[in-house]
């Protein structure tokens, strides 16, 4: 093998060997975070601001009552700054952002898909940056590792009519959690060379003699978030792959371990929570094992290459950067497809049509491996309700998990579950293929190359939206009133009727009584339970999006 498979192998060592030292120490914290009953002077002086008892628990409906209210604030916030932006300090000179494309952005970031159909350094100021983005940033993953607290806590708990306090976990998990952390990897990143400042930007010469303005900002403290709250959208347009956004080879892998940390040490939490650490160790092992197998098909298919010029060259360089090479982006490309991120800091419309692929799939799985900040937890555990549910009818028994009945009732909520997402994306991309006037538009407009990619590049926008992820396969303009429309309501769909769904999962399993193991249960903890969980994640994917990845990546692939 090359030196740069070995650096390669190095970097994946290395980030497995921090995710393996974080594992204990930030999933214990996390778990401490949301179980202890005193609240800080600072979090009680929130409480008294937006008038809400902190000690009051709350019903399935009333917690989600309040991440529906909460979500819609924000919503209507973002959208109006976007609206109002020229009369905000630090507006930059730019103009108001127009309605189709403000509402597509509001959505994007409160449903925390950071989906971006604009140019951020040439469409937002700093206010609307910093007040609307970056606050969403932090508050749209707090209320994902609030949701996943709340099944967990549907889980532990017997014969209860409550989940907790939404306001108290988004309060904790955004105060405790994001914004300590945030802030230690900002100032790691601005010692590592990301910019972070107040000015106006630079203009320098350039090579044919004339002058080029080049924008800064606050980047360091949005990049922070951006990653560890599993957000993705970039303070430039180029994303991560900008000099400004991730300088070198060792940012490169801060900041791909920033976007795994939490997610992979959600698994620590749940097994404290519920009182059995080999639980969670039974939920990593599936996350671990299919982001690995992703990882390495991605990487084959890229130092591969698709193509005699690629072959020739020993790698699919195109939209990649030199500073990171074939393996540093296909890690972080897994990295921000199996979570919720969306960042990018390669091409993934330049990868190989296997290596896109593989992108796809990665969110296509639900996101799970090991999925955004929250998110990616309640999305396992909605497949392990599943798994158990099969193991049930191989013996011919109720099924239980963690001591719960998994009856008809919670089936139907875990069932609906699985089946909105893929709904969305395969109804969007349809319509968008079959509405007179829509049709025309999307193929004469935003598709930009034709055939089968074309239909990658559509599927991959759906895909990305209905998922909350927000990175894109670059070909595809999506910056016309339809896309930025269809888009913004799919992401939003996709994120709050699956939180409906668990959270009126959770309540209906908090109000079980729990049931002794006998020797017809099935053990959660154990080889066989983890290979099946895995099976089933990859089997419902696979039978669900075959027919339309053999229309687009599969065929472009065999061509």
Same mark, same amino acid.
């Given at each position: ?360 799939? =990665?969110?296509? #799985? $639900?996101? %799970?491996?090991?999925? !955004? ?7 396992? +555990?909605? *497949? /392990? ?98 896309? =930025?429309?269809? #888009? $913004?309501? %799919?992401?939003?769909? !996709? ?7 668990? +959270?009126? *999962? /959770? ?53």
């Amino acid at each position: 093998m090359s030196a740069d498979v070995w650096a390669g192998i190095a970097q994946v060592a290395t980030l497995v060997l921090l995710l393996v030292v974080a594992y204990r120490p930030v999933g214990d914290w996390m778990a401490r975070v949301y179980t202890p009953t005193k609240h800080t002077r600072v979090e009680r002086g929130v409480y008294r601001v937006i008038g809400v008892d902190p000690d009051a628990e709350q019903s399935w409906p009333a917690y989600l009552r309040g991440v529906l209210l909460f979500s819609a604030v924000g919503l209507l916030l973002v959208y109006l700054l976007q609206r109002i932006q020229v009369v905000l300090p630090g507006d930059l000179g730019l103009p108001n952002v127009g309605p189709a494309l403000a509402f597509n952005t509001a959505a994007s970031f409160v449903a925390n898909t950071n989906w971006q159909s604009y140019s951020p350094e040439a469409t937002v100021g700093y206010s609307v940056q910093m007040a609307g983005l970056a606050v969403q940033n932090f508050l749209s993953a707090a209320v994902g590792l609030s949701v996943a607290v709340a099944l967990v806590r549907g889980f532990a708990r017997r014969k209860s009519g409550t989940l907790g306090n939404v306001w108290v976990d988004v309060v904790r998990g955004t105060g405790r959690l994001l914004l300590p952390g945030a802030f230690v990897f900002a100032i790691v990143l601005v010692a590592g060379g990301v910019v972070q400042s107040w000015g106006t930007g630079i203009d320098v010469a350039t090579l044919a003699g004339g002058t080029q303005h080049v924008p800064d900002g606050f980047v360091a403290s949005q990049e922070a978030i951006k990653e560890l709250g599993t957000n993705g959208g970039g303070y430039f347009n180029a994303n991560s792959a900008h000099p400004f956004e991730n300088p070198q080879a060792w940012t490169n892998l801060v900041e791909v371990f920033l976007m795994l940390v939490i997610p992979f040490s959600l698994p620590r939490t749940f097994g404290r929570l519920v009182g059995d650490d080999r639980q969670g160790y039974a939920i990593l092992a599936v996350m671990g094992a299919i982001f690995l197998v992703s990882l390495s098909v991605m990487s084959i298919a890229e130092l591969g290459g698709g193509g005699v010029a690629t072959h020739a060259a020993g790698a699919a360089m195109e939209g990649k950067e030199s500073r990171f090479g074939i393996l540093g982006s296909t890690l972080f490309s897994t990295a921000t497809t199996s979570t919720s991120t969306g960042a990018v800091n390669a091409m993934h419309d330049s990868y190989t049509p296997i290596g896109g692929m593989m992108a796809l799939v =990665n969110m296509m #799985l $639900g996101e %799970v491996t090991p999925g !955004g900040v929250g998110s990616g937890l309640y999305g396992m +555990l909605v *497949l /392990a309700v599943i798994t158990v549910f099969i193991g049930g009818l191989l013996v011919g028994r109720t099924p239980e998990y963690l001591g719960k009945k998994i009856r008809a009732r919670e089936m139907t909520f875990a069932a609906l579950y699985i089946l909105v997402t893929p709904t969305l994306v395969l109804l969007g991309t349809g319509l968008s293929l079959v509405i007179p006037g829509v049709r025309e538009q999307v193929l004469g407009t935003s598709i930009f190359n034709p055939g089968n990619h074309g239909l990658s590049e559509l599927l991959y926008a759906f895909t990305s939206g209905a998922n909350n992820n927000g990175s894109a396969f670059g070909g595809l303009t999506a910056n016309t009133t339809w896309m =930025n429309s269809a #888009l $913004g309501v %799919v992401m939003l769909l !996709g994120r709050f009727i699956p939180i409906a769904l668990v +959270l009126a *999962l /959770a309540g209906s399993l908090a109000a079980q009584d729990k049931v002794p193991a006998t020797v017809g249960t099935l053990p959660t903890h154990r080889p066989l339970f983890i290979g099946l969980l895995g099976a089933v994640a990859v089997i419902v994917t696979a039978l669900t999006y075959f027919p339309v990845l053999a229309l687009g990546p599969l065929a472009e692939a065999l061509s």
